[in-house]
């Protein structure tokens, strides 16, 4: 069945970056693209960009542009997203989603910024 | 970017009875392929999404039948026939036919 691990929660100071990773199985890894959804506490669901696992080709939310970078390796069927300069609205739980309709989520990262 | 508008926004249900969120989209949600990509997620507390329904109707497997979907063009529906109380949590819709992909606000359905 397919499955999403993401990597565990992180604490940043203000301006730090970070890096959650998210690890499929499953399926054929290049068959599908990977988004990133995060949540603040509270809120609802914000669509963060979208990976192509199969030629890198990535989509950003306008918002992030500049901010954020999503990865792929191939050889671990593993998608990264690194998010930079990160500020205290960037808390929020993390979620990798596969394909273009996000059919199945990962358990989601915590990623809290506090001095 | 498409805006999505969900209503209502908190759903106070009896169990048993039906339930039904309206979700609409600022513009036309059909794709150049025909096809219309209207999804719905449910996210109970303390987990992450799970979609429910694709394509407008098409549920997604192991979702109960009492989960339908329906809808055209800008204007769709999620109908619940009889609330269970694991059906409590927020429901989302989300259009996946244009970038960016963009969410309602989600709707919170709790139990009377």
């Known amino acids: 069945q397919v499955q999403l691990v993401q990597s565990g929660a992180e604490v940043m100071k203000p301006g730090a970056s970070v890096k959650v990773s998210c690890k499929a199985s499953?399926?054929?890894?290049?068959?599908?693209?990977i988004n990133w959804v995060r949540q603040a506490p509270g809120q609802g669901l914000e669509w963060m960009g979208w990976?192509?696992?199969?030629?890198?080709?990535?989509n950003y939310a306008q918002k992030l542009q500049g901010r954020v970078t999503m990865t792929t390796d191939t050889s671990t069927s593993t998608v990264y997203m690194e998010l930079s300069t990160l500020r205290s609205d960037d808390t929020a739980v993390y979620y990798c989603?596969?394909?273009?309709?996000?059919?199945?989520w990962g358990q989601g990262t915590l990623v809290t910024v506090s001095s | 970017d498409v805006e999505m508008t969900q209503s209502p926004l908190s759903l106070p249900v009896t169990l048993g009875q039906p339930a039904s969120i309206s979700c609409k989209s600022s513009q036309s949600l059909v794709y150049s392929d025909g096809n219309t990509y209207l999804n719905w997620f449910q996210q109970r507390p303390g987990q992450s999404p799970r979609r429910l329904i694709y394509k407008v109707s098409n549920r997604d497997s192991g979702v109960p039948d009492r989960f339908s979907g329906s809808g055209s063009g800008t204007d769709f529906t999620l109908k619940i026939s009889r609330v269970e109380a694991e059906d409590v949590g927020i429901y989302y819709c989300?259009?996946?036919?244009?970038?960016?992909?963009?969410f309602g606000q989600g709707t919170k359905v709790e139990i009377k």
């Open positions: 990976i192509s696992a199969d030629t890198g080709n990535t």
């Open positions: 989300m259009q996946g036919s244009h970038w960016p992909r963009t």
């Open positions: 989603a596969r394909d273009g309709q996000l059919s199945s």
């Open positions: 499953g399926y054929t890894f290049s068959s599908y693209g």
